[in-house]
Structure formats: C-alpha cells, structure tokens
C-alpha cells in the first residue's frame, strides 16, 4: 500500500508540475511573470492597440463664395520594417465621393468641387487600424558607425530639404558641439536626443501654419512636435546620420482623443550586418520606441515636394470675400489596447528576435 501511494503522489507531482508549465504557456501568466521580473521602473506598452478614429475636414467659404476647391491628401498605407508589419489599414471609408492615385509611391485622395457655394462644406474619413508596438533593442555595443550607414540612405536623407537644413554652418556647428567626433550611430543619436530633451521646450500655447526652419527652433529653443522633429533629423543628417520625419496623428488617452502629430525615424546600421529604421519622438520622450497609439499618414521620402504635399493639402479659387480656412480634426471612434504589456530590455522573452529588435511575438 505504502508503494501505491507513493507512486500516486509521483503521479499527482507529475501532473501538477505539467499544468504550472501549460499555465505559464499562457500570455496571461507570462505578462505577470514578466512584470516580476524586469524593473518596474521600466515603460511599459501595450503589445498592440486596435481603434477605428474619424477625420473631419471641413471648408470654411470665410463669409464670402468659394468658386471651386481642392484637397489632395495622403491615404495612410501599411508599415512594414523588416518583415514585421507595425500598422495595418483594414478599412477606410469616405462620407463622399473621392477620387484616388498613386504618386511617388504613395497612395492619394482627392476631393475636390467645382460648385461655387457660401458657408461649408464637410467630408469625414473613418479608419480602422490594427498597430503593434516595436522596441529596438539596440546600444552601442550593437550599433554601427557612420560608414556603416548604406551610401542610398546616405543619398536620400543627408541634404537639404525644405525646413531641414543640414548644410547650413550654424546647423552643423551644433551638431558637431553636441556629438564631437562621435562615429557610433546609436551614441550619436542617444546625444541629440539628449541634447534635444535638455535644451528645446514644447511652446506654452499651440502654434498654427508652417512649421519653423531647424534654425528658427535651434535659435528660439521652444517648438512644436513639427519643429524639434525637423530640427533633430538636421543634426542628425549634419552629423552624417540620415533621419527623416514620420507624420500622422497621436491618440492621448488622457483625452480620449487624436491630435495631429510628427516624430522622426532614423537609420541605424548594426554590427551584426543590417540595419534599422528606429522611431524617435523627441517631444514625448521617446528612444528607439513604437508606440500602437502612432498612426502613420505619410513617411518623408527626402523629397522636399512630396513634403510640402502633405503639408499643404488645400487650395480654393474664391469669387468673394478674402478669406477660405480648411479646419481639420480627428476623433477617437474606438480604442482598445492588448492585455499583454512589453518593455525595452526584457529578461523574460518569447522566440528569438532579429537581430537588433525587439518585437513582440503573435501632429500635436
């Protein structure tokens, strides 16, 4: 008897240690797990984020007649760096007849009237996205230099372009004040950032219209979203980093709402071979993070036309009066975030990453 109940209780151990390690299989358990064990101190994101959010354009004829009009606007695509998709579009639906082209590249809208009318005119587009957060994994032990950097990138994203205004000396001064002799492309973005957190403050009042020159922010010290983002891809491109800027919209939860936003991504070659397209929000604080709240309407392509495009998306012919306004605007339909939460240097990991990223598995 002694002996069947001791292989029972071997039985019983058997079965207990199986279902502990079937639970810690689940994402549940291992989200728990993960808290325990890396720091609390760490930021913490949702492993992907689901909402559907209305844009309201509406023309203003400004008190007087407006003969005809014209909005030409980007339709936001897919993101997919490396294989591992951070944005997927699953529906875009337009309250009026629109038409759409490819340009550049790039998939466009128009609407457009040639009817003359007073007052206003509206159209609502309503997306439905599915984004997934990404945390680059990457420091200077793993980072490339400069000559690393592929000479295309280098072609595309190190001149001049619009407000970006890397060859101008008072630009590459700075640049070089703040990264020195630096060649490791990670710590010369790490010190931009830096410098950029340290030095550039978010205006006390909203600003309105074009954004500033990178020497306009540089010399002023306080800019928007739009600004410190031109400004840190000018430091970056002076000191032989491409950077370009990435545009769309931010949800802040704290409002339940969407507000037009810029940040930047920028190349970073890794010692493995390869490289990277890192997110960088110097307004937010954010480091080499992807955030599921982004959505991406248009990624600057280094041609200064195709930016002013996108920033500019509205002309009218007026028949009186002096003045016709677009008023743009976003709304939060839904917003739903995954249970499962992830963070920058994790010990407690599932699969095997590509080198370099950190990936979950599955303009203000």
């Not at 400069?146 to 060859?167: C, G, N, V």
């Not at 830096?194 to 205006?203: A, T």
């Not at 992830?342 to 950190?358: A, D, H, I, K």
């Amino acid at each position: 008897m002694k002996q069947r109940g001791s292989a029972g209780k071997r039985i019983a151990a058997i079965v207990a240690i199986a279902a502990v390690v079937i639970l810690l299989m689940t994402p549940s358990v291992q989200s728990v797990l993960e808290d325990i064990i890396t720091s609390p101190f760490k930021p913490r994101y949702p492993e992907e984020a689901s909402f559907t959010l209305k844009r309201t354009l509406t023309v203003d004829a400004g008190g007087g007649t407006v003969k005809s009009f014209n909005i030409d606007m980007p339709e936001p695509m897919n993101i997919v760096e490396n294989g591992n998709r951070m944005q997927t579009i699953n529906s875009v639906e337009y309250s009026v007849d629109v038409a759409h082209t490819i340009r550049y590249g790039h998939n466009w809208t128009v609407w457009s009237d040639d009817v003359p009318f007073s007052g206003r005119r509206t159209i609502t587009v309503t997306y439905d996205v599915t984004a997934r957060t990404v945390l680059w994994d990457i420091d200077a032990t793993t980072s490339g230099n400069i000559s690393d950097i592929p000479e295309a990138l280098k072609e595309q994203y190190l001149r001049d372009e619009w407000k970006m205004t890397p060859d101008h000396p008072d630009v590459g001064s700075l640049s070089r004040e703040i990264v020195g002799g630096e060649r490791n492309v990670y710590l010369v973005l790490q010190s931009i950032y830096g410098w950029m957190r340290d030095n550039v403050k978010y205006p006390i009042s909203s600003s309105s219209g074009s954004p500033q020159t990178a020497l306009e922010t540089m010399e002023s010290r306080v800019g928007d979203c739009d600004d410190q983002s031109i400004l840190f891809c000018s430091l970056a491109r002076a000191a032989g980093v491409p950077a370009w800027l990435q545009l769309g919209a931010l949800y802040v939860g704290i409002e339940d709402n969407w507000g037009g936003h810029a940040w930047l991504q920028a190349c970073v070659p890794l010692k493995s071979g390869g490289y990277e397209n890192v997110v960088i929000d110097p307004v937010n604080g954010e480091f080499l993070v992807w955030r599921p709240n982004r959505f991406v309407e248009f990624t600057d392509d280094g041609n200064a036309t195709h930016l002013v495009d996108y920033y500019y998306i509205y002309n009218a012919s007026i028949v009186s009066g002096t003045n016709s306004v677009l008023y743009d605007s976003y709304e939060a339909l839904s917003y739903e975030e995954s249970e499962r939460k992830v963070s920058q240097g994790s010990v407690f990991v599932l699969g095997v990453r590509p080198p370099g990223m950190c990936l979950v598995p599955l303009r203000t």
